[in-house]
Structure formats: structure tokens, C-alpha cells
């Protein structure tokens, strides 16, 4: 048995088309649109020799093998690395990177610490940053909204709400890009942000023990079922990693492309302003038509059959959320974006089991920055070209130079 980037090489299985093309290619992950079309072309899978793994990017499939747990694995790396042939980078997370009946029992304490009453607790902190923040840009005029405002937000209300006191904005974000870039093949983007590795690791590491975390914040609630016996001191201070692992880089793009949304159709901003009740459904419009997370793998853990394709135990699936969330069978007109659609079923935070255990907070966030922006401007106009940034798991802008009309 042959390895590939640290998984098993299959052979193309009958009836899925071979297709010459490198998802990790930098242009592709900055515009990814041409490619998602063609995988949902080729056909449920598509055989992808580089990096011989199958690749899946219509909704019905993609749903499917991302969701159903026990066929397709998340133990054994939502990555290219299969776990069970090569040790990963780092110790795996124990919410992410686990199958029941373990995932269950680290599940339902993140669920505990992010529920609705503790994040309903934070909406008028929230609120007052998100205003702040607000009134300081519409006075500047025109700024650089990633900088200034998709990661100024997060940094300056999340490390707070899980209890830090002493937040390294840089250091957070350049952890979330390593652990979503150690995703992918050991490619530049890959080697780049490992080479962070020795700077940021021991870091995070430190700030997540319990005694560098405050009484009050979502940190605590998970030492404190570590007082309780359910698991360990050291669990808890991995349970704390993921927060940080997968709680910054993903809610900077949600922020993000949401004004990227916004400036880039400004009918869809002036709806919003009309009915500010869309606010919730458009965040997920948001979600389904510019996925943050774009592909995760699963691991085929038997032998197994989908959409009549046989697929091999330790096959490496790479589920296109992207290209599933742009597929015309499930949204009609889906290269759209149009806020009064209800896009139920997208997979941009994902689904079954592991779906995202912070999407409470990440809208809670998204929320009091686009009132505080319904309330304080009339209009967002893009004064310079978006510039999106290369990773190899997150699809998240670089530069978005824009202007708000004050009102
Ligand atoms: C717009 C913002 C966000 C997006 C787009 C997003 C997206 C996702 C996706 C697609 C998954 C599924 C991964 C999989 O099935 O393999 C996920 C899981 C997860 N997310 Fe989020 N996320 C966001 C914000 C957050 C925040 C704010 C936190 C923490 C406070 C968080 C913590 C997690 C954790 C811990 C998991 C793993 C859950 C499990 O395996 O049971 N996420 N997220």
C-alpha cells in the first residue's frame, strides 16, 4: 500500500472520471467558482490523480459523506493525512478530530459552555463593541475592512467571552490560518504557516490553562466539568484549543464576506435596510454563497457504496462544501445571492454530528456588527478590488478596501 500525503492510494473507482486538476492550487483556492462548476460537471465523484483521493461537490453527496459518521470517519483526519498511518502535527482535537462515543462526551461540554443562555449573556457587550467600532469607521470614511473591521471585531469580543485576559491578535489569527492551511498537501501555503508553528504553539498552549483564563468566560465552563470528573485538566485545556482553533479564522471570513456580500450588491444592502428582520436569513445566504470553510475530508472506514459509486475502506474524501453550496439542483439560480432565499440544508457550517458548535456565537457576532451598521450607514461601496487570500481549507478575503456612506 502506497502512501500520498500521508493517506492510502487508491485506484479511480468504476464509473467516476479521472480529473487532472490540483484543488490546492493557489489560483483556485483564491477564485474557486470555475472549479466547484466543473467537479459538479464531472458527476457525484471525481477521481483527482495528485493527490489520488475522490472528490465530492454536488449537495446530495456532499451531505451525505459529511455527515454520516459512521462511514466516513472524522478520526482519522478532516485533512489529507489519514491519523491512523501518520501522526499528525499536532496532539488531534477532541471534538473535531473524534468519532462517538467519545466526540459525544466532549460534544455536550462545548455545547454546555456555548449554549444560547451564555452567549445571549454577551449581546450587549457585543453590541456596545460592534457600535464603537462602527461609529469610529463611518468617521474614517473609508478603511481596509479586513484589517479594520473583519478582524478588528472578533479579536476585540471573542478572546474575551472565552475568558483571556491577555489576547496577541496576530498570534490568533496566524494560529487559526495554520491549523486550516495544515489541512491541505505539504504545499507552500502549508510549509509557510507550520514555519509559525514554534512562535505560536507554545502560546496557545499556555494561554489555555486554567489559570490564565478569567472566572467568567466559556473557558471556565469547560474546567469546570473537569472539577465535575467528566474529563480530565488536560482535556479541558484541549477543549479550550478549539475555541481558538476554530472560532477566530472562521468568523474573520464570515465577517468578511459579509461586507464583501453587502458592497458587492448593493440592492441586497438596500432589502436589508428595508427589512432588517432579513438579517439572520441573509447571514446564511452569506454562508451558503461564499462558504468559509471550504472543503474538509472524511475517511472512508469500510468498504461502501454512494450514489452507486464503491468506494474502498481508507479512501481520502475531500467534500467540496463550496461547490455543494453553489449546486443548481438544490438552489435554483444558486450563483445568486439573494438574501430573501432560505437556503436550509447549506452545509456552510456543516452537518450531522459535527456541525459547528460555535454557530450561535459566530452569528451573535455577525449580528451586532450588521446592526450596528444598518443603524449608523446608508450605504458600502467598495473603493479598490477584493483581494481573496489562498488557504488551503478557509476561502477568506485579504484585502477589501471599502467606504461607508455615513448617514
Ligand atoms: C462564520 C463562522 C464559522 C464557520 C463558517 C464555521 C464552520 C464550521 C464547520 C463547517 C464545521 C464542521 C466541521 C466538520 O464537520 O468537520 C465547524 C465545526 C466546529 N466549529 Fe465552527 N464555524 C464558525 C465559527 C465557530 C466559532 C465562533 C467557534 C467557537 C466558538 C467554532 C467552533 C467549532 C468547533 C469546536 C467545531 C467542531 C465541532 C464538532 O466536531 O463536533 N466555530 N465549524
Redesign the pocket.
Known sequence: MGLIEGHMAIEPPDGVPVWDVDPYDPVILANPDDYYAELREKGPFAYIPKYSILACGRHDETHEV?SDWERFV?SRG?GLQDFSLETPWRPP?L????DPPY?SRT?KI?VRA?SPKATAALADKFQSAADTLIDALVEKGRFEAVEDLAEAY?ISV?PGA?GFRQPDKRRLIDYGAMVFNALGPDNELRRTAMARGPDIVPWITEQCRRENLDASG?GATIYAAADEGEITEEEAGMLVR??L????D??V???GSTLWCFATFPDQFEKLKADPSLLRPAFEEV?RFT???HS?C?TANLDTTVSGIEICQGTKILCV?GAANGDERKWPGADRFDISRRPMGH?????????????N???A??AAVMKAILNKVDGIELTGKAVWRPNNAIHALDKLPIAFKGK
Open positions: 459529511f472524522s478532516v482535537s471534538v473535531l478530530e473524534v466526540h460534544r462545548l456555548l472578533p471573542f472565552v466559556f478549539s475555541l482553533s476554530a472560532g477566530v472562521t468568523t471570513t464570515g465577517l454562508l462558504t468559509p470553510v474538509f472524511r462544501l452545509l456552510g457550517m456543516g452537518a450531522g454530528i459535527h456541525n459547528c458548535v460555535g454557530q456565537l459566530a452569528r457576532e455577525v
